[in-house]
């Protein structure tokens, strides 16, 4: 191996032109195969590595996109962080990653470009900044939003369909015989639309099922911590008809609602169901295990960060199925329920 291999030592070693080397390792398509091995093996011999700082400042860029999210001790936010890490390690990027703990002054730091020198694009997803401020954004930097907080607004968002996964979590429930069905992490902020929608889609489950609403059921929360989870079980456990199961609208709130459930000496499920929301690691080791709705975590990040590479190459991001650009619009990543012990028959 040879220490600090430039472009021309890789040259010499396959006796090649450098502007071919370049070619092949900034991925160009028109090199031969027969020229393509030997330049990957001379790159594999001398353990040639990119020189990416010198390559963006070529470009006119930095290398680094930002990563904003509301907390990053949530494990939701905590796993998304790590394939978004992932993926813009495939490109050679630095994520530069801000916690807004969903403030509203901090949010609209972050979208007005307090970092604009700094990074190439930003993944933000958002808590209170809405239409209107995405509308008035004077920063130019390459956004695309995550979360459910601006839907069809003037940028790319990647989401999967939350009212669809509440509706289908709920209609899991009724399926396994539940008509008194409970459900934690209802939000009467105006602003808070991922409760919102989950919360419809729950609503819509028990509509079609003949079911009626009860608003005994449904808690509101500021947060979607673990002791929400648990404080807001013990309410619904003291009314005078305790709920057959509960949907809770993160996995947090459901684990928080399971420690109560059990300190109460009732069965899971036996007594009362439990189902959470996306699947998070705790989830899968609890006991029992908790059913769940799984967002592709690893999809939302990937499609973010794609989207995220072609604006900042100029293009305008996500594409048609005919190959055609698209302007902004939204991305529905997938998602599956993943039934585990919390809600199966006993």
């Known amino acids: ?70 907390e990053l001790d949530a494990p939701y936010f905590a796993e998304l962080s790590r394939f978004v890490i992932d993926a813009a390690a495939e490109r050679g990027w630095t994520v530069l990653i801000d916690q807004t703990d969903g403030q509203a002054a901090r949010e609209r730091e972050v979208l007005q470009g307090i970092r604009e020198q700094l990074i190439d694009g930003l993944i933000f997803s958002p808590i209170t900044v809405g239409r209107e401020e995405l509308a008035t954004r004077t920063d130019r930097t390459p956004l695309v939003l995550l979360g459910e907080r601006v839907l069809d607004g003037p940028t790319h968002h990647v989401a999967i369909d939350n009212l669809r996964a509440a509706r289908e979590v709920t209609e899991h429930l009724l399926a396994r015989g539940h008509t008194r069905i409970a459900a934690i992490g209802a939000q009467e902020n105006p602003s808070a639309n991922t409760a919102h929608l989950r919360l419809a889609g729950y609503r819509q489950a028990l509509e079609a099922a003949g079911v009626p609403f009860d608003e005994r059921l449904v808690p509101a929360t500021g947060s979607y911590r673990r002791a929400d989870g648990a404080a807001l079980m013990r309410e619904l456990l003291e009314l005078p008809e305790p709920p057959q199961a509960v949907f809770c609208f993160n996995d947090l709130l459901a684990l ?21 929301f996306d699947d998070v690691e705790d989830g899968r080791y609890s006991t029992p295990t908790l059913t769940t709705v799984s967002p592709d975590k690893e999809q939302i990040a990937r499609v973010a960060v794609e989207v995220l590479d072609s604006l900042i190459g100029g293009g305008r991001g996500a594409r048609r199925a005919g190959g055609e650009a698209d302007g902004p619009r939204e991305i529905e990543a997938d998602y599956r329920l993943i039934v585990r012990e919390s809600t199966a028959a006993g």
């Open 1 to 70: 191996m040879q220490v600090g291999s430039s472009l021309k030592d890789v040259a010499a070693r396959a006796g090649v032109s450098v502007k071919t080397v370049s070619n092949v390792v900034n991925g160009y398509t028109y090199v031969s195969p027969a020229t393509r091995e030997k330049v990957e093996q001379a790159l594999a011999e001398l353990d040639y590595r990119p020189n990416l700082s010198a390559r963006n400042l070529r470009r006119g860029r930095t290398g680094v996109i930002a990563l904003a999210l509301p």
């Open 256 to 276: 928080g609602a399971l420690r109560t459930a059990l300190s109460a000496g009732l069965r899971v499920p036996g007594d009362v169901a439990l189902a959470g």
